[in-house]
């Protein structure tokens, strides 16, 4: 299995960004697939998740701003990031199903 991420950068507050993880080996609808990121403070946090029927979760401090989704046919997973904020600043990774395969990881940076 492997995950590829892309999709991270600088960007201003309040600005938007689409992370994009894509995945082989597995089909991405048979399983759980998060976003985690890491922060300053070192601690890695979920904070999104979608389920094979297609529910979502989302970290309450997000769940406004961020939107998980997936394409089947790409089998590739979506993070959408709007109104970024300087705390969303962080490493953020994809994981298939809270398992050991993760991603590279990708840096997203909120700075003026």
């Known amino acids: 299995v492997q995950l590829v991420e892309s999709g991270g950068g600088l960007v201003q507050p309040g600005g938007s960004l689409r992370l994009s993880c894509v995945v082989s080996?597995?089909?991405?609808?048979?399983?759980?697939m998060n976003w985690y990121r890491r922060g300053p403070g070192g601690r890695r946090d979920l904070i999104a998740q979608?389920?094979?029927?297609?529910?979502?979760f989302h970290l309450d401090s997000v769940k406004d701003r961020f939107a998980i989704s997936r394409d089947g046919a790409k089998n590739t997973v979506y993070l959408q990031m709007n109104n970024l904020q300087p705390e969303d600043t962080a490493i953020y990774y994809c994981?298939?199903?809270?398992?050991?395969?993760w991603g590279q990881g990708i840096q997203v940076t909120v700075s003026s």
């Open positions: 994981n298939l199903n809270g398992g050991p395969a």
């Open positions: 080996g597995i089909d991405i609808k048979l399983y759980n």
């Open positions: 979608i389920m094979p029927s297609g529910s979502t």
